[in-house]
């Protein structure tokens, strides 16, 4: 099994996904959060094993919401850099994508 950590931005996408659902229909927030901590979770045996579209990161798409889950895996451990809507403009995710690669580590 992997590790598998997630960065302050990819929490942060998170709770913004969180927030839209949630006032869409409520407890739908829960849920989003419950399917996609699911999906994140599966990268413990499954990272490394997604394609890298954009900016040489993981792309892992969940399986209830348009979302993707954008990930670095060195071999042992995969970090979540992003969790993003896949309805978003392509150009807006590659930028999204570039600065956080970019991003020093913490």
């Not at 094993?49 to 042992?76: Q, T």
């Not at 993003?84 to 807006?92: A, E």
Request: charged share 20%.
């Amino acid at each position: 099994m992997h590790l598998v950590r997630i960065s302050a931005s990819a929490e942060r996408d998170l709770l913004i996904g969180f927030e839209f659902y949630e006032i869409q229909a409520a407890g739908l927030g829960q849920y989003f959060l419950d399917s996609l901590f699911s999906d994140i979770d599966s990268l413990a045996l499954h990272a490394g094993i997604h394609p890298k579209p954009l900016a040489g990161l993981h792309r892992c798409l969940s399986r209830r919401f348009p979302f993707a889950i954008y990930y670095n895996f060195d071999g042992h451990t995969a970090i979540v850099l992003a969790v993003l809507d896949c309805r978003r403009n392509p150009r807006s995710i590659r930028g999204t994508l570039g600065a956080r690669r970019t991003q020093p580590k913490k």
